[in-house]
């Protein structure tokens, strides 16, 4: 047996009898531990996730690693595929809309005499260890996994094994991107006589609740269940959070049952997650069912579980239902704190009852002996100011003052921002001047906000006397100010002279940043100067900077409305050249602006050009080439492009229906249009479609064709199949035609359909005029036997 279970850890398969062994054999009750030499060091060896079938520790006891008996060992690690989760469990995968209410029942399943405390090691980093040489160099080696090699591979394992606990866990805090951390963690697990130490496994979980990546925490969390690493309520709490963000509220609850599977006992921690989950995800009636169940199995609320509970009641506009609970709190043992009355105060402000919020600190003064303090006079401030209420805020600045307290250039660049952005520009001046008074130097925020309230009036002479008094007071404009100064400029038709100062920052010793050139870019194209506005495009990816596809989308669509597409085409191939992102709407963008311009081949050459760039056409993009492939009477290559589009999986939109349908229809191509509408309706329902045939060959003259296509309006026999019909019937009278009229009018009255009655009696009065008496008597009897008055009667 124990040959049979060296041979098994060589070649890296779970065999049945080693899983025998893992039972009987106290010492081998690890999992398997791959061959050294198993792994390969290819640059394109581990892409997505690690696959469980190549992690042997990942593997359940029982389970058939037959059906894979080579997997392939990953050294590389890349992107997270997050979703590639196949041994996660169905609760994945289910509606994630609602919560059941048995969920919570979870809670009565643990037994009270369960001992609470059984808890994983606090493990706290007793200094910061992120700039240890040791991390700087792992976490070099590991933003260098895009050009993996052998001697990469070799100096990372090796670092590996220099590194103490608290510094492995400084490299996985440092990591940018959380992906990149979570397949560093799998790498290292699977080198050579390695296993992580507990803090590793509380760390990587603790990262990944600020992300999506719930299903990475998933596997982590049941990796330490199957290793048997201590672990607590607080871990569970990580993935139930990470589920939250994911929009997976059912999963994030169900969290709980995977504590009660393994015997761990939720304790205060975990229930004020799952109340904050509840309440962040709207659902404030299941937290307070949640807070009735942890109640009854002796689990007592704190104060954080109540100002969930206020926060929730403010988010849904109960604030008097949160002011009741502040006031229950102190009857039920919980008085509450500051933190209680914030909240409330700042949906007050944001919902300007400003009047209410010296009634509630008076209150919180009284009834919870909670006394203003600085943090209660900076939170007033900030919040007032936040939603406009400068005056207010101004007001407990003054207040603060002189209850001793000192308000530092922080509350006051707040105010002045607040008066600023309200237009109210000799206030936030005085202000300033008040602050020059009380020694307290206005800062480079406060001079901004300043700024930018004159450019926001167009006193663009005031900001530059503004920033020069700056330099006279030491205080040097950075990038945001000189934004704030563009900005104004380009707004009031002075992009030029804006372009001029950006191209002088250099000698004034200021950089601009990305922002400063989209302003000044969009101002030069808001005045119709599009070859400036590129030039300054490129300038902007020469600096460093890149445009976002909207923001050359709109240059594009600036040169393709001056009949320019050719000059759209190649700026957009210059900024892809240059490393910019392009989109598949740029390249509709330029198609739509050859079209325009009547130039078909170009446009069909780009939409060529789009599958070459791995950028692939959308239903925006067919509907734009079959209207312009219609409009020049193409109609064979317009079916032939719907037909491609309906084979690579895309839905045709109301707009492609309504496209094909005046194009073909004006044509006259009607039977072509037909079969074309059914393989189109098979991909995409669109109730309305033989209704705009008929409208739109009414509209193009096309009485004969409307009325054969009259049988596939009159299936379902609706409301809009009854105006349909009277569309037709007018249209018939209006070329005198009565007798046809009034066939349509049978037909209507054949599917119960009541046609208009006045509309009726014109085609009844032309049938007598033209000698069919007959008809014209039936008709209007029709009306009589469905219990219908004629308006002459009334």
């Known amino acids: 047996m124990l040959k049979t279970l060296e041979k098994c850890c060589k070649s890296r398969v779970l065999c049945d009898q080693h899983r025998l062994v893992h039972v009987i054999i106290p010492r081998f009750s690890e999992p398997c531990i791959p061959n050294k030499n198993a792994c390969s060091f290819s640059s394109d060896s581990y892409i997505g996730a690690p696959n469980p079938n190549s992690v042997p520790s990942l593997v359940k006891l029982g389970d058939d690693s037959s059906k894979n008996p080579n997997p392939i060992p990953s050294c590389n690690f890349g992107e997270v595929n997050e979703f590639d989760n196949k041994g996660e469990s169905e609760t994945d995968t289910e509606a994630e809309d609602g919560v059941d209410e048995d969920d919570f029942k979870v809670l009565d399943l643990f037994s009270r005499r369960t001992d609470p405390k059984r808890k994983s090691e606090a493990f706290v980093e007793e200094r910061d260890e992120s700039k ?20 990469l591979e070799s100096e990372l394992k090796r670092l590996l094994r220099s590194l103490n606990p608290q510094q492995l866990t400084a490299v996985i805090r440092c990591q940018s991107d959380e992906r990149v951390a979570v397949n560093f963690f799998y790498w290292a697990d699977r080198q050579w006589r390695y296993r992580h130490p507990p803090e590793v496994y509380y760390t990587m979980l603790e990262v990944l609740s600020r992300t999506k990546l719930c299903q990475s925490s998933r596997r982590i969390l049941r990796l330490m269940i199957r290793r048997r690493i201590p672990r607590s309520p607080e871990l569970f709490g990580f993935l139930m959070v990470s589920y939250s963000r994911a929009g997976k509220l059912r999963s994030a609850m169900r969290v709980l049952n995977l504590m009660q599977k393994d015997g761990c006992a939720p304790d205060l921690s975990i229930c004020n997650t799952a109340i904050h989950v509840l309440v962040m995800a709207n659902r404030l009636e299941k937290a307070l069912k949640f807070l009735d169940r942890m109640q009854r199995v002796e689990i007592v609320p704190n104060v954080i579980t109540y100002n969930c509970l206020i926060k929730g009641f403010c988010d849904v506009y109960r604030v008097e239902d949160a002011l009741e609970m502040i006031r229950e709190m102190s009857f039920k043992g919980c008085p509450p704190d500051k933190v209680s009355y914030y909240t409330v105060i700042s949906f007050l402000c944001k919902e300007k009852r400003v009047g209410e919020v010296r009634e509630l600190l008076e209150k919180m003064e009284k009834d919870a002996n909670l006394f203003r303090d600085q943090v209660t006079y900076n939170t007033l401030i900030h919040v007032l100011s936040k939603h406009g209420h400068a005056d207010e805020a101004l007001e407990f600045l003054t207040e603060a003052e002189k209850e001793g307290f000192r308000v530092d250039k922080v509350g006051y660049s707040a105010v002045v921002h607040s008066y600023c952005r309200n237009g109210r520009m000799d206030e936030a001046k005085d202000i300033v001047n008040e602050m020059f008074s009380k020694g307290c130097d206005p800062d480079v925020v406060t001079y901004g906000a300043v700024v930018n309230g004159y450019c926001r009036i167009g006193k663009i002479d005031q900001a530059r006397k503004l920033m020069n008094h700056m330099y006279k007071n030491g205080c040097k404009p950075n990038s945001v100010t000189y934004t704030a100064l563009l900005n104004g400029l380009c707004k009031f038709g002075s992009s030029v002279e804006a372009r001029d100062m950006l191209n002088k920052s250099e000698e004034e010793w200021w950089t601009p940043n990305a922002i400063t050139y989209s302003v000044v870019m969009h101002g030069l194209r808001r005045e119709g100067k599009l070859t400036e506005a590129c030039d300054l495009a490129m300038q902007m990816i020469s600096s460093g ?34 490393g910019c992102v392009i989109n598949v709407v740029n390249f509709t963008t330029i198609i739509h602006g050859f079209c325009k311009e009547g130039d078909l081949e170009s446009a069909l050459s780009l939409l060529d050009d789009m599958y070459l760039s791995n950028r692939h056409p959308d239903v925006v993009t067919y509907t734009v080439m079959v209207d312009a492939l219609g409009r020049k009477g193409r109609l064979e290559e317009a079916t032939a492009l719907i037909k491609k589009m309906l084979q690579r999986g895309f839905l045709p939109s109301p707009v492609t229906y309504r496209t094909v349908i005046h194009r073909y229809c004006e044509k006259g191509a009607v039977d072509e249009l037909l079969k074309l509408l059914e393989k189109m309706l098979i991909k995409q329902e669109f109730r309305t479609a033989y209704n705009q045939v008929i409208e739109k060959l009414c509209a193009f003259g096309k009485l004969d064709e409307a009325y054969k296509v009259l049988g596939k309006v009159l299936r379902t026999a609706s409301r809009i199949d009854a105006e349909t019909c009277c569309i037709l019937m007018e249209s018939y009278l209006r070329k005198d035609i009565p007798l046809q009229s009034y ?49 002459q009667h009334q």
């Not at 240890?132 to 001697?151: A, F």
Request: charged share 30%.
């Open 743 to 791: 066939k349509v009018a049978c037909r209507m009255f054949q599917r119960n359909l009541l046609p208009d009655i006045k509309l009726c009696q014109k085609v009844s009065e032309k049938l007598v005029f033209e000698g069919l008496q007959d008809e014209a008597g039936r008709l209007m009897t029709k009306f009589i036997e469905r219990g219908h008055l004629l308006p």
């Open 545 to 578: 900077f890149y445009p976002t596809p909207v923001e050359i989308n709109l240059l594009i669509q600036g040169l393709c409305r001056e009949k320019k597409a050719g000059e759209a085409k190649k700026f957009m191939e210059d900024c892809q050249s240059k």
């Open 132 to 151: 240890h040489p040791l991390v700087k160099e792992t976490c070099r080696l590991i933003g260098l996994s895009h050009i993996w090699t052998p001697k």
